[in-house]
């Protein structure tokens, strides 16, 4: 048996349920109730607060990256991880550049400013019950507000964050020039982690402006979304 408690709304989960979809396996879904977490009620599942965290065989795995890498242990069919080293370390660099630079952006661009906000909101509010939509309007413009201000991204004029997401954006369409995929001749880890992050930009409207703005990269969504679909078991049925 496999359970997955997740954030709905964090990439980092996506990336977990794209790899465990893309691997054909049946998993349960715990959504966690983010207002609970700071008192503990889930501290015998991730002693740090942090999600994704994965349950199998009285076993737990947290952070995504070390998610994958069970699975792939585990789970021998349809690795997700390259078996030639050198694809398998610029796999490894990728999904860092997804998990701890294009990160800051969605949480900048999506989280951060109100226009955008908006459009995330409702999805936040199903896993915060019971906090009126504007109370908790205010407290994430203002905790993801002090977060990226602190890493320094969120101390950018707006353009320049704009101007950076839309560099991103034309790198990745760079690494898909001619190719289907990231890493390799298979969709990998790579492909996970960054169309995760690449979603999570799209709820903000420049992000869609610095897509339309390329050409492979929304075939390559389209055939991450056919093999590695975003979906929870609950969604999907």
Do not use: C
């Not at 997700?80 to 999904?95: F, K, N, Q, S, Y």
């Not at 999570?200 to 590695?228: F, K, Q, S």
């Amino acid at each position: 048996m496999i359970t997955l408690y997740q954030f709905a709304t964090s990439p980092f989960t996506e990336k977990v349920r794209r790899a465990l979809n893309y691997k054909g396996l049946a998993f349960d879904v715990h959504e966690v109730d983010r207002a609970a977490v700071a008192g503990g009620k889930y501290s015998h599942v991730s002693g740090s607060g942090k999600f994704p965290a994965l349950e199998h065989d009285g076993q737990t795995v947290l952070d995504s990256t070390d998610i994958l890498e069970y699975l792939d242990r585990t789970f021998l069919e349809r690795p997700l991880l390259p078996t030639d080293p050198r694809e398998r370390a610029m796999a490894h660099v990728i999904e860092d550049w997804a998990d701890e630079s294009l990160y800051f952006y969605e949480m900048t661009m999506r989280l951060a400013w109100p226009h955008n906000l908006e459009a995330a909101l409702d999805e936040f509010a199903r896993g915060m019950p019971g906090i009126p939509r504007d109370q908790l309007k205010t407290r994430i413009l203002e905790g993801v507000g002090a977060l990226t201000r602190a890493q320094g991204l969120g101390r950018k004029p707006r353009e320049q964050v704009v101007a950076d997401a839309d560099r991103h954006f034309k790198s990745l369409d760079s690494l898909l020039e001619g190719r289907e995929w990231l890493v390799g001749d298979r969709v990998s880890s790579a492909d996970l982690a960054v169309i995760a992050q690449v979603d999570a930009l799209l709820y903000a409207e420049e992000g869609r402006a610095a897509l339309d703005r390329t050409r492979n990269v929304r075939p390559w969504l389209a055939r991450v979304d056919a093999i590695a679909p975003k979906t929870s078991p609950e969604l999907a049925a």
